[in-house]
């Protein structure tokens, strides 16, 4: 399987492709000439069945790197509170697992910008989005 998904953000001006395996993100706009830094993630993989996973970026305010939100179809879930933890080996801040039934799975990651950051997760029984990802990231 050689699927990729990938996210640009144009609030902070990050991007990212992810595949199975590893999510790369860097700054699409730099004041400076150069490459830019690319920061590495580990996907999650828990699954016999691995796939590339749903990705997002959080947008905290101009003045600081934005987060990292991956989700599996299979509901596992991995955050990072800041795209600079790529750069010492990736460590997540948050893992968890979305509570789905047998013969569920994700089908997609939605930002909602509210009053409160908030995700939502489309679930493949369920026609209407349900808020399975749904937190205060401030």
């Known amino acids: 399987n ?3 998904t990938g996210n640009v953000d144009t609030k902070s001006q990050f991007c990212l492709i992810a595949s199975i395996e590893t999510c790369f993100v860097w700054r699409y706009a730099q004041l ?3 490459p830019p830094t690319c920061y590495i993630f580990p996907c999650p ?3 016999s069945e691995p796939q590339a996973p749903f990705s997002a970026l959080v947008s905290y305010n101009v ?3 934005p987060g990292l939100m991956l989700l599996t ?3 596992e879930i991995r955050f990072w509170d800041s ?3 790529g750069l010492t080996g990736g460590e997540a801040t948050h893992d ?3 509570d789905l039934s047998s013969d569920e799975s994700v089908t997609d990651l939605v930002y909602a ?3 409160a950051q908030c995700f939502f997760s489309g679930v493949s029984l369920n026609p209407l989005p349900a808020p399975n990802v749904c937190s205060d990231f401030n």
């Open 83 to 85: 795209v600079g933890l």
């Open 63 to 65: 003045s600081r790197e």
């Open 45 to 47: 993989s828990r699954f």
């Open 73 to 75: 179809p299979y509901g």
């Open 96 to 98: 968890s697992l979305l």
């Open 2 to 4: 050689n699927s990729f």
């Open 32 to 34: 400076l000439p150069g």
């Open 113 to 115: 910008e509210v009053s």
